[in-house]
């Protein structure tokens, strides 16, 4: 191998890039857009439930419990209703996620016996919503509850008893907050990362064919291997400043915490650009046409990485099937070491399996990108 053929041919794929806007586009403009999208768009947090609430008692007691629901982040009461239709005309018009209807002798009732019901009707369309808002709901009444039975034992002259309660005291790690954007920002960079490195490796020799310029690159002295070499090694400077980028947006920009070490950041992240890259530059040997090639690079890039990876779906709740096929999904340990860099302080001793398998991606991809180009025209 050459270093002067080697150094012309980066030059080459180089001056290409700064001359395709296209390709300038993918590789600067994509990653900030993808960041601001799915880093704000996509959160398992719901905060500002609208709730409406049918008080038929309206009492200075169900007034305090009704002021409890704004109180707290999670909802907002959006509607006070005044019938029963106007609950179910609430709940089909998606006025609101919930409505919670407090009966008219709820006060007497707690009065008489110590307890009450307060019924709550959620719209369970969208099943993932009504099931966080009935837990945050739990809650809100957990609270009222344990106030209202305080008052009500000092009422009967007791107090109440600790006696067979058990007290829980939960406590979280590694995401204190339960704040489902540190969980969510560390994979939308391994997103990021896949989507544009094989996007645009995916073009390097198809677009060659395209152009006619195949003939005279085959007619050069370059070897194969200095052809995969020159086309990659720009994209891989290219990948690698969009990764610096996309990781100090969600240090910096979206606070999630960075816990572990930048050297074990740099080593997966190298290892995983070689992946993405090697993958995209297969493709393009393969196809011949710049639009085909860029289809199959979304296919094969966006979807196991969106939805085998770990990043959407825990893979611990898959199928047993499926969590085999994960097995085989390069984007899955690169999720795993970016969550554990960023959250746990994950050294490279605790990552050695995930890294393991990306260094065994890394080298099967690059060594069938290697042999994939042959300097004929058939």
Known sequence: ???????????????QILRDPRSLAIALVMPLMQMGLLGYGVSLDIKHVPICVYDQENSQLTRAIVSRFDAADWFSTVRTLHDQAGVRRAIDAGECIAAVVIPVDFSRTLAATGG??????FDATDVNTSNIAQGYLQGVIAEVNAGIEARWFAAHGGQPSGIGQIDLQPGTWFNETLD??????????????AL??????????????????M?????????ALEVMLGKLIPYFAVGMIDAAVCLALAVFWFDVPFRGNLLTLFVATALFSLVVLGIGYLISVRIRSQLAASQIALLVTLLPTTLLSGYTFPIDQMPRVIQAITLVVYPRYYVTILRGIFLKASTLLDLWQPLLGMIVFAILIVWLASRAFHKRLD
């Open 116 to 121: 009450a019901t307060i019924q709550a009707v």
């Open 215 to 223: 003939e005279q690159l085959i007619s050069t002295p370059v070897t």
């Open 196 to 213: 544009i490195g094989a996007q645009l490796t995916s073009l390097t020799i198809s677009r060659e064919w395209e152009r006619g310029t």
């Open 180 to 193: 489902s954007r540190n969980f969510i920002i560390p994979g939308v960079v391994a997103v990021i990362l």
């Open 1 to 15: 191998m050459s270093p002067r053929r080697l150094f012309a041919m980066v030059y080459k794929e180089a001056l």
